[in-house]
Structures are given as structure tokens and as C-alpha cells.
């Protein structure tokens, strides 16, 4: 494979420059490099755009002035591909306050064009071109000064082969019926990204906190909510404030001294920072009125129909989904559950529309419905 030619972009000048220059296309190419181990948001290190002309590197760390970039992100008349982008529009929304719109994602056309769920890039251009990518890269700090052409290479490439790619696939989707899922499951990526995190709901994400009643769920809701607001402050990694199951434990337990803490798993330094915000938390849940607590978290996958009700389900997903779209894109797990959940917990509540219910899925949807509703 041929070394790439691209411009490291640095400055702001530079910058502006190519990002005009990409504004007359109709269409570019744009992936991100980033660091996320130890915190909350990502940090970006590189941008990759290229715009069928010039390929460009552009350095986030050099310039102090990334509104052109914005601008581009925000054009309407320049459509922008890309590959995989969930952590991308994280990213975006981070630094930028802004989504790239219009955008589409050829992982998703994959997923229409009879591809294996979420195909990896290197896979596709191995398909569509015959080419195996250098993935010896992967592995860098892009926030490290200098990279190597190596990884300059790596992350060039990103982008080189996916403008092409989409050129070849964009025909092939035209002549199917999907075009508009496509489309439409693009747009639930873009709208997902703009939501902001809400600390209130952060209890729900926490595992077993459906074992969790009265004023030890509200304790496990005022401490998720605090650890999430200390982690975006500090800009930590939730786990790097205080574990996710020592936290759990704590509310468990109704935990009352430091030491209880300690003997729950906490680290003697989470102890020393927050052990008396824990367990002032844990005492404000305990004098809170009934009125306060948060509705139980009801567990429907522990009910005894609930697996023969998913397998059945399934089954149906099974008959009825097109041979060209694998069946987790169509209906994943929890997308069953999310169903299942509306029709038993939720009284099929019209505001509370599942996804399968909803878009290209609603044919399909329809059908896993009826059988729902036969199975009650």
C-alpha cells in the first residue's frame, strides 16, 4: 500500500483554509481520534477530514480557533460520511456544541447492504477494494507530540478509503428499499449524541439497582447523581470517583461509619475524599419521606414467562426479518425487552412508544405486537 499524501494542519489560517475548501464538496469524509481511560469526556487529538482533494490532518491541540471546523460540521449543503460514529458524535458534541449535518454512517448502510451487524471499516474496504489496513496503530495516544508517520498513516487512511467507500455502496443502497432507514437510523444517532447526561437517571444505569427498595434506592439515586456531577466537574471516569459496586453497597447496607466503608471495598483514598458526602447522603435518604422515594425498578426479565416470551418472540424475529439485514439490527435483545417492558409494565402507553413500534420497524414491529398481546 502506497504511503498517503496529507496536510498536517496546525494553525488556524490552515485550518480555515481547508475547512472552505471542504465547504464547496458535497460530500467529505471525517473521523476523530481520542483518549478516554481515565475520564469523563473524551479528549480529542486528532480530526481526519478529507474532502475527495485534500487530505488533511488537522492537530486540535495547535489551534485555538476550531469555529471553521464547526461551521463545516454544521453546513447543510455538505453531506458527511462517516464510519462507526457513535464516539464521534460524542466527541462533536463535546468540543464543537454541534452534530455533522446531513451525516451517514457506512457502518449502517453495511448493516442494510446484507453485511454481518456492525461491520468493522477495515472489513468493508477489504471487500469493496481488496485492500488490508495497517491496524498496527490503533493503539496510540493521540494526545502524545509527535506521532509517528506510522500512526499519521493510520489515521490518514480512516479516511482516504471511506469516502470511496461510500461511493461505491451509496448505488448498491439505491437500489434496495432501505434507503430511508438508513436515513432515519443516521438521524436516531445525531438526536441520541445531542442528549444531554442526566444525573437524575443516573441510579438506573447502575447494576442491581432493581434489588433496591424505598430509602435504599433513594440513597443509591442521591449518590449516583452526586458521583455523576463530581465526574463531569473533574472530568473523571465515573469508576475513578468511587467504584460502581462499592457504591451500590453502600446504599445497600445503609452504610452509618467510614469504616463500614472500607470493609464494603471502598479504596482508603475514596474513603478519605468523599466517605463523609457518602454517608451524609445515605443519612438524608433515611429521614426523607416515603414520598421521596424513587418507584421501584421493576425486574421483568426475573418473571417466569418472561424467557419463554423473549424465545418466542425471537423465534417470530427469526421468520419475519429480511435475509438482507441481520436480526439484531432489526430487533436486538433489548429491543425485545423494551417491548415486552411496554406491554407489561407500561400499559402500552402511546408517549412511551418503543422503538420496534416506530419507523421502518413498525411493519415488523406490528407483527411481534400481535404475538405479544396473543402470549399475555
Excluded at 424465545?311 to 417491548?339: D, F
Excluded at 418503543?354 to 404475538?371: A, F
Aim: charged share 20%.
Amino acid at each position: 500500500m502506497q504511503p498517503l499524501d496529507y496536510l498536517w494542519i496546525n494553525s488556524n489560517k490552515q485550518l480555515q483554509t481547508v475547512c472552505q475548501q471542504a465547504r464547496q464538496k458535497s460530500a467529505v469524509a471525517l473521523d476523530t481520534e481520542f483518549i478516554r481511560t481515565r475520564t469523563f469526556y473524551p479528549k480529542l487529538g486528532l480530526i481526519q477530514l478529507y474532502d475527495g482533494e485534500r487530505l488533511s490532518l488537522i492537530d486540535p491541540l495547535s489551534i485555538d480557533d476550531l469555529s471553521p471546523f464547526t461551521a463545516l460540521l454544521a453546513d447543510h449543503h455538505v453531506l458527511k460520511i462517516l464510519h462507526a460514529c457513535s464516539e464521534d458524535l460524542e466527541v462533536f458534541q463535546t468540543y464543537f456544541q454541534q452534530q455533522p449535518k446531513p451525516m451517514i454512517d457506512t457502518q449502517i448502510m453495511a448493516d442494510f447492504l446484507g453485511f454481518q451487524n456492525s461491520t468493522g471499516f477495515a472489513k468493508l474496504v477489504a471487500h469493496y477494494f481488496g485492500l488490508e489496513l495497517d491496524k498496527g496503530a490503533s493503539r496510540t495516544d493521540w494526545l502524545a507530540r509527535p506521532l509517528s508517520e506510522q500512526q499519521l498513516q493510520y489515521a490518514a487512511a480512516d479516511v482516504w478509503y471511506l469516502l470511496p467507500l461510500y461511493h461505491k455502496m451509496q448505488p448498491l443502497l439505491a437500489q434496495t428499499e432501505w434507503q430511508s432507514a438508513v436515513a432515519e437510523e443516521c438521524d436516531f444517532l445525531l438526536t441520541r449524541a445531542a442528549e444531554p447526561d442526566n444525573p437524575e437517571n443516573a441510579y438506573l444505569k447502575i447494576g442491581n439497582a432493581w434489588r433496591l427498595q424505598n430509602e435504599r434506592l433513594l440513597s443509591l439515586k442521591l449518590l449516583a447523581k452526586w458521583r455523576m456531577n463530581v465526574a463531569m466537574e473533574r472530568d473523571l471516569a465515573l469508576n475513578f470517583v468511587i467504584k460502581e459496586q462499592a457504591l451500590y453497597q453502600a446504599a445497600e447496607t445503609q452504610a452509618k461509619h467510614t469504616s463500614e466503608l472500607l470493609d464494603l471495598g471502598f479504596h482508603p483514598n475514596e474513603v478519605r475524599r468523599h466517605g463523609k458526602k457518602v454517608l451524609q447522603l445515605i443519612a438524608q435518604a433515611q429521614k426523607a419521606e416515603s414520598e421521596q422515594y424513587p418507584q421501584a425498578i421493576e425486574q421483568i426479565a426475573i418473571l417466569p414467562r418472561y424467557k419463554t416470551t423473549l424465545k418466542a418472540l425471537q423465534h417470530k424475529l427469526s421468520e419475519i426479518c429480511p435475509p438482507e439485514i441481520a436480526k439484531e439490527n432489526l430487533a436486538s435483545r433489548k429491543v425485545l425487552h423494551q417491548l415486552i417492558k411496554w406491554v407489561w409494565l407500561e400499559q402500552s402507553a402511546p408517549e412511551k412508544l418503543p422503538r420496534i413500534l416506530q419507523g421502518w420497524r413498525k411493519p415488523y414491529g406490528e407483527v411481534l405486537l400481535q404475538l405479544l398481546q396473543s402470549v399475555v
